[in-house]
């Protein structure tokens, strides 16, 4: 399947300091993982009745199919399994041909496009790819409403000065146009006010600080060291927690900030491992639990080198889980 789907983009305004989240820039980071070939099989190759597949074994390597087989012989893969944990909608996952990706190691020193290719050339593979990484995009953070320009353009925040060519503070004269901004407050004065409490925003990111006491948040997941701890822990913490205070700071409490929607609530989906490292399959797999676990809307403020229509799996995804009726935020 090669539909690329772009849900909704938003540009939100919400400036809030500067990101604890840091780290090499876009251009400079890996765009997959070493090591990695995620494929899918064909319709004919999976109900053939020859697959099987020992997801309990790293050493195992032996699909049932010859050509696959053959495949992992000449590659040295490994800890061949399915990819992805099931979509409770059995029937659109299948339709959507989630059950039919698998997932290989190979040597760390692999030409993994390469090998990639050589599955892809399979007559038992529908579609291959390596191992996607996304990043967190750059969310700044201010602790008071005031200077919010995102939420009411005054003309309150700072020039930013340039101190180095790489970095610098906001300082000197205001600047802005006012006026320029989400008119939140005239929302807020509206029947809703804050939002609903029964509306959970998922946010896919490094993980939610779940004890912060300016974030409402419901039972989440970590999909990036497959554990029911969504904390915003890893070696790359804390842009998670941004942009759950940015989309549902809890509003009116005199503490930290406002969020857009203050009175709704957070749903942690952690995709980024330990090492702070966010691949596509963590967030294919967070899209979908969100979507089968009551997520009204999933945010992502993601970053990638690739768009999700180069990696079919979380293509689908998202199909998945607009036809699940989520609203999605990118």
Known sequence: MKRVFTAI????????????????KLNERPLFAKGIVKFQL?????NSGMLKIDNSSKSYSVSGIASIDKLNQKHFATNLKTAFMEPKNREM???????????????????????????????????????????????????????????????????????????????????????????????????????????????????????HEDINDVAGYDFGDNDTNPMD????????????????????????????????KIMPLKIADSAGSMSFTAITNAVNWGADNGAHVLSMSLGAGVSPGYDDACDAAMLYAYNSGCILLA
């Open 42 to 46: 064909t319709d004919n190759a999976f």
């Open 233 to 264: 822990n890893s070696a790359q913490a804390g842009h998670g927690t941004c942009c759950a205070g940015a989309a549902a700071g809890i509003a009116g409490n005199n503490k930290g900030v406002a969020g857009t929607a203050g009175g709704c």
């Open 93 to 211: 996952a299948k339709d959507l041909g989630f059950d039919r990706w698998m997932m290989v190691n190979i040597p760390d020193d692999s030409d993994v496009m390469a090998v990639v290719e050589d599955y892809k050339n399979d007559p038992n593979v529908e579609s291959a790819n390596p191992e996607y990484y996304l990043y967190a995009t750059s969310v700044p953070s201010d602790p008071y409403h005031s200077y919010h320009w995102g939420h009411n353009n005054t003309a309150q925040m700072l020039q930013y000065i340039t101190a180095d060519g790489n970095s610098g503070i906001h300082t000197g004269d205001p600047v802005g146009t006012v006026g320029f901004d989400t008119n939140a407050q005239a929302g807020w004065d509206g029947s809703q006010g804050y939002g609903s409490s029964t509306v959970i925003i998922g946010i896919i990111d490094s993980g939610v600080d779940t004890g």
């Open 9 to 24: 983009l938003l540009a939100v305004g919400l400036l809030m300091a500067d990101a604890p989240f840091g780290g090499p």
